[in-house]
C-alpha cells in the first residue's frame, strides 16, 4: 500500500479514538452527570486497532504495545456491560 494510504489510515483511526471523548462529552452533558455510553468503548476499538495497524506498519514497538493493550481493554469493558445487562434482566431470586 502506499504511504499516502497509510496516513489515511493513521488519520482516521485518530479521528475515531479522538470522537469518543467528544461523545463521551455530548452525552454526559445530555443526562447532566458524567457517563461512558456504549458507543465511546467502540469508538476506541474501532479507533485503536486503526492506530494498531498504522503502528504495526511503522514498526514502532511503543505505539503497538500501548494500542494493542488498550484495545484489549476496551473490548474487556464491552464485554463487562453486556454480562451486567443479561444479569440485570434476570429475575431477583436467580441473580
Not at 445530555?30 to 461512558?36: E, Y
Not at 504495545?65 to 488498550?70: A, E, T, V, Y
Request: hydrophobic content about 50%; cysteine-free; glycine content about 8%.
Amino acid at each position: 500500500m502506499s504511504s499516502t494510504l497509510w496516513l489515511i489510515i493513521g488519520f482516521t483511526g485518530q479521528a475515531l479514538f479522538a470522537s469518543r471523548f467528544i461523545v463521551q462529552w455530548l452525552v454526559s452533558e445530555k443526562r447532566g452527570k458524567s457517563v461512558i455510553p456504549i458507543a465511546f468503548w467502540y469508538l476506541s476499538i474501532s479507533g485503536g486497532l486503526l492506530l494498531l495497524t498504522y503502528a504495526i506498519w511503522r514498526k514502532d514497538p511503543v505505539f503497538i504495545l500501548g494500542q494493542s493493550m488498550g484495545v484489549f481493554i476496551y473490548t474487556r469493558n464491552l464485554m463487562l456491560i453486556y454480562r451486567e445487562r443479561r444479569g440485570s434482566s434476570l429475575p431477583q431470586d436467580l441473580s
